[in-house]
């Protein structure tokens, strides 16, 4: 009987089979070809593999490490590939498990309202980074293709975390308390943009935390002023002042937190009241690529080869 096989991405790279941690990839470039069929999907020519992770080496060389490389996978995971003598692909009729499926399945589809409950299991998907810490050598046009999925994935979670927080600032005091923890995923997505510190600044006051947004207005000072020698806005100036003055009534400052997620876009809720909105201009290179269709830009053309190799990798 077939074991399941599991793949974790979102924070690392970990890969289970059969509820036990699978080792044996004769090197990292094994591990990043497993990955990377399981999350394209697609089936690609062994041409377009070869180039992928040995561009670098002469022909025949770079097929040479792609045979012994996928004689390694037949023999971890044989029955989650198909591999033909033309072409490689990952078998999802086998049976497995990818967190960045699921992650990708609650917040791609936006033509359809989700709900609270699947957008916080979104968020629970969501541990870190595409791949974090994960390194393979020699191998520039994966490295690309994971950055892209990084900066891609990134965005789903902005967007994930962001929606939360103005859904959870409506809510009573305990509602609000999880607006701030998930205030606090978005800005270690984005530590450098202000209305993001603003967000928490307004969420802690609405919460009668003045101290608390007192020290994350220093914070947001301190940062900006050392990643890009400039002070807060005076907007932000303004907001801190009323808060330290006590001028900022609680309903006042949650209207405050709905119309900063509403200019950064949120995702439309089932039976909900935050609105399905498009990122604005100001958003981050991250943000401007959130909708690319997962393993769009898988099919990776052969590129001139370099210099021949042969080392085995």
């Known amino acids: 009987m077939t074991q399941q096989l599991e793949l974790t991405l979102l924070g690392g790279t970990q890969i289970h089979l059969g509820n036990k941690l699978l080792t044996g990839f004769r090197s990292s470039k094994a591990t990043a070809l497993l990955c990377y069929l399981a999350v394209t999907g697609a089936p690609l020519p062994r041409p377009v593999v070869a180039d992928l992770f040995w561009r670098d080496m002469s022909?025949?060389?770079?097929?040479?490490?792609?045979?012994?490389?996928?004689?390694?996978?037949?023999?971890?995971?044989?029955?989650?590939?198909?591999?033909?003598?033309?072409?490689?692909?990952?078998?999802?009729?086998?049976?497995?498990?990818?967190?960045?499926?699921?992650?990708?399945?609650?917040?791609?589809?936006?033509?359809?309202?989700?709900?609270?409950?699947?957008?916080?299991?979104?968020?629970?998907?969501?541990?870190?980074?595409?791949?974090?810490?994960?390194?393979?050598?020699?191998?520039?046009?994966?490295?690309?293709?994971?950055?892209?999925?990084?900066?891609?994935?990134?965005?789903?979670?902005?967007?994930?975390?962001?929606?939360?927080?103005?859904?959870?600032?409506?809510?009573?005091?305990?509602?609000?308390?999880?607006?701030?923890?998930?205030?606090?995923?978005?800005?270690?997505?984005?530590?450098?943009?202000?209305?993001?510190?603003?967000?928490?600044?307004?969420?802690?006051?609405?919460?009668g935390q003045s101290a608390a947004a007192d020290r994350q207005y220093e914070s947001c000072k301190r940062l900006l002023w050392k990643e890009s020698g400039v002070e807060p806005s005076p907007e932000t100036d303004e907001m801190i002042v009323r808060i330290r003055k006590g001028l900022l009534a609680s309903e006042e400052a949650v209207q405050d937190v709905i119309a900063i997620t509403t200019r950064l876009g949120t995702l439309p809720i089932l039976n909900g009241d935050v609105a399905a909105l498009a990122p604005t201009a100001s958003r981050t290179k991250a943000h401007a690529t959130r909708h690319i269709p997962l393993g769009q830009d898988a099919a990776l053309s052969p590129s001139p080869r370099l210099k021949p190799h042969s080392q085995m990798l």
Not at 105 to 130: H, M
């Open 59 to 207: 022909e025949s060389h770079a097929n040479d490490n792609l045979r012994v490389t996928l004689s390694n996978l037949r023999n971890l995971v044989g029955a989650h590939l198909l591999i033909t003598r033309h072409s490689i692909a990952f078998d999802q009729k086998s049976l497995y498990w990818l967190d960045v499926r699921e992650f990708c399945a609650a917040v791609e589809n936006q033509a359809q309202a989700i709900t609270i409950e699947q957008l916080k299991a979104a968020a629970d998907l969501y541990r870190g980074d595409f791949m974090a810490g994960f390194q393979v050598r020699d191998a520039p046009a994966f490295e690309d293709w994971a950055s892209i999925q990084q900066m891609k994935l990134r965005g789903h979670a902005f967007q994930v975390f962001q929606t939360l927080v103005a859904h959870y600032a409506r809510q009573s005091s305990a509602g609000r308390g999880l607006a701030v923890d998930y205030g606090y995923r978005l800005l270690a997505l984005e530590p450098w943009q202000e209305e993001i510190h603003q967000l928490l600044m307004l969420l802690l006051a609405a919460g």
